[in-house]
């Protein structure tokens, strides 16, 4: 049984460009969770995606947004990329839409904005 | 809002030996769950031990356990017969109860502890 996959593993982009990470939940969940991790510190939550819809989002700007298809994978889009964007970006997946305290984690995308 | 708040950037401890954890939050909540997560260098987010606020019983999983104090808003680890594995960042979370509450973490900054051989 497949745990949360991410993809791709590492990334690095310039100043102003776009970006598009990708996670597959674990088998079973349909709900996803995107957390953006800076360096030396905790995760902070960007938004949830059930049934294709953002359910849930952090304080987290606009050039921020996800989607999520009808096999429960998702995407993070992140659009005029800044400095300040580079992180370690995690997915995390739930069964139940969410309505559990289980939260599984991939292993990450490190986004590195030149 | 929920805050969690990690006093402790760094601890050492010697292989064998026992480490404490800190953790506080603030919450108005009275439904929630309290979690420690491991991180180790390859960067993979652990789960090692959960708490439900309802809960008296402090929780155990094998070598961790945790000291839970509702009333102090405090939930802390502790780690026995630490083990070089156990080298990583752990993180503190709350997250609020509820079936409409959905499922979001709210994480403290991390704290290093290098176990030292």
């Known amino acids: 049984d497949a745990g949360v996959t991410q993809s791709p593993t590492h990334l690095i982009k310039t100043r102003g460009q776009q970006v598009t990470l990708r996670c597959s939940p674990k088998s079973g969940h349909d709900t996803v969770s995107w957390y953006q991790q800076a360096l030396g510190q905790g995760p902070q939550f960007i938004f949830q995606y059930y049934e294709e819809e953002e359910r849930q989002r952090g304080n987290f700007p606009d050039r921020f947004s996800g989607h999520q298809f009808p096999n429960y994978s998702s995407e993070l889009n992140v659009n005029a990329l800044l400095l300040g964007d580079s992180a370690l970006y995690l997915c995390a997946s739930s069964p139940q839409g969410g309505k559990t305290d289980t939260q599984y984690f991939g292993p990450g995308t490190r986004l590195t904005v030149l | 809002a929920q805050t969690v708040t990690q006093s402790q950037p760094e601890m050492s401890v010697q292989e064998a030996e026992t480490v404490t954890l800190s953790c506080t939050y603030d919450t108005s909540e009275n439904n929630y769950y309290l979690f420690w997560y491991k991180q180790p260098p390859s960067r993979q987010m652990i789960l090692v031990i959960r708490?439900?606020?309802?809960?008296?019983q402090n929780a155990t999983e094998n070598r961790f356990s945790v000291n839970f104090q509702k009333a102090a808003k405090s939930f802390s680890l502790k780690i026995s017969d630490s083990q070089l594995g156990d080298t990583a960042m752990y993180f503190c979370?709350?997250?609020?109860?509820?079936?409409?509450?959905?499922?979001?973490?709210?994480f403290g900054g991390g704290t290093r502890v290098l176990v030292k051989p």
């Open positions: 979370a709350f997250m609020k109860g509820g079936q409409a509450a959905g499922n979001k973490l709210t």
């Open positions: 708490q439900e606020a309802y809960k008296q």
